[in-house]
């Protein structure tokens, strides 16, 4: 707490569901003291070569499938709403359409987050079906969002600290190392989380993707084995990619790049002549299910107390898609933190 009584906050992580998470608890404490501590920002994160395909998948999930359900028609109505305000375009959210394809098996064109909170959300017609070639006898169309976070985590960071947040750039080894700076810590760490709360839950799932130039691209395709070509802003097209699971390999793999171009360009032969601006390499945080709860950690600090932190990561392939929605449910285990720990602190806040 600082000399007014006013409560100190670390937000730690800076990647999508750390800046949605600060700015969500500075629109409801206007009054506290946030902090964002990060050993990476903007283009140094996860977060930022991510595909930004609103759209996750039956295997993200919760503590239940009604809070998951919520989380993610929370994240939509907040990036709906963040689209058509002044700020959208600079913020990086835009709406567009696409396809889900599959030869063999129907249930992988369904989403039954998705029917709930898109706009569009139907089979494809054998006409639709047919601009592909493959043999593709089952497929979807849905309009949804798309989050640029080269746009969005800049953005984020910038209002975060016009209304007051402070950032710091360090790494951390433990909590305890900011126990008497902090009354609580949002853990928003990202995969980190695995070693600094030894959470055996948490699992890197390896992806790579190729991100060419080609404007022309306005709808996002995704079809069986994991191949992608998904609009990213600017003309900016994401081409993928794999899920490689407990793989930790940071360094781009010339086999995944030729399957990449192999299986795009067969979907959408015109993309072979796309110039490649970048091949990247990314390590999904997962965990099933998603942590978002607090935690009172026997560390104390020196005035009397002990650390509160509340955790927010292990949103695997999904964070970009569902980190306002989880951001929410943070801020308000916050909010019941302190209200249980007789904080009439939270008068202040
Ligand atoms: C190839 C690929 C494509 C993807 N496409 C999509 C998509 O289309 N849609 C979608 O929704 N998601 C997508 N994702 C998933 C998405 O990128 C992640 O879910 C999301 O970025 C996780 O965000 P995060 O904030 O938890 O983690 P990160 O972005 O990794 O941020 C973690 C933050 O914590 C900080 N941190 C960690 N440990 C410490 C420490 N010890 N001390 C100080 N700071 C620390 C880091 O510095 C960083 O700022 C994709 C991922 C990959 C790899």
């Known amino acids: 707490m600082d000399s007014r009584g006013a409560m100190n906050v670390c937000i730690l992580g800076a990647g999508v569901v750390g800046l949605t998470t600060a700015l969500e608890l500075q629109n409801q404490f206007p009054n506290a003291n ?35 359900k919520k ?13 058509i305000s002044s700020d959208g375009e600079n913020a990086g959210v835009f709406q567009y359409s696409g396809f889900r394809l599959s030869s063999s098996v129907p249930s992988l064109v369904r989403s039954e987050y998705m029917e709930d909170v898109a706009p569009v ?28 976070c080269r746009r969005l985590l800049p953005w984020a960071l910038a209002r975060f600290q016009e209304h007051g947040g402070k950032v710091i750039t360090k790494k951390i080894e433990r909590f305890g190392e900011l126990a008497d700076d902090y009354d609580v810590i949002m853990n928003c760490s990202g995969l980190s989380a695995e070693h600094l709360c030894q959470d055996r839950l948490m699992v890197p799932i390896r992806g790579q993707v190729i991100k060419v130039h080609a404007p022309w691209v ?10 992608y070509i998904i609009p990213s802003g600017r003309g900016r097209v994401t081409l993928g990619g794999c899920r490689q699971f407990s793989n930790y390999n940071l360094s781009v793999s010339k086999w995944d790049s030729e399957k990449i171009r192999e299986e795009c360009f067969q979907l959408m032969p015109k993309l072979a002549i796309a110039p490649e601006l970048e091949t990247w390499v990314g390590l999904r945080p997962h965990r099933h299910p998603v942590r978002v709860e607090a ?8 005035r009397g107390g002990t650390l509160k932190v509340v955790h927010n990561y292990g949103h695997g392939g999904y964070g970009v898609t569902t ?27």
């Not at 054998?126 to 601009?131: G, K, R, V, W």
């Not at 309009?143 to 640029?148: D, K, Q």
């Not at 306005?218 to 191949?227: C, G």
Request: charged content about 15%; proline content about 4%.
């Open 34 to 68: 946030f902090t964002t501590i990060a050993h990476l920002f903007n283009q140094q994160t996860t977060s930022d070569g991510a595909a930004g395909l609103f759209y996750p998948s039956s295997t993200f999930y919760g503590p239940s499938l009604d809070i998951t």
């Open 218 to 227: 306005t709808q996002f395709v995704f079809s069986e084995h994991d191949t």
């Open 323 to 349: 980190a306002p929605g989880t951001a929410k449910h943070a801020v308000n285990v916050f909010r019941h933190l302190h209200a249980r720990s007789g904080g009439n602190q939270l008068s202040k806040l």
């Open 295 to 302: 935690e009172v950690l026997s560390i104390p600090n020196k």
């Open 121 to 148: 959300h139907r089979y494809a017609t054998e006409e639709e079906l047919q601009q592909f070639p493959g043999k593709w006898k089952y497929g979807s169309y849905c309009v949804t969002l798309g989050i640029e």
């Open 71 to 83: 989380w993610i028609g929370d994240a939509y109505s907040y990036y709906d709403s963040l689209r």
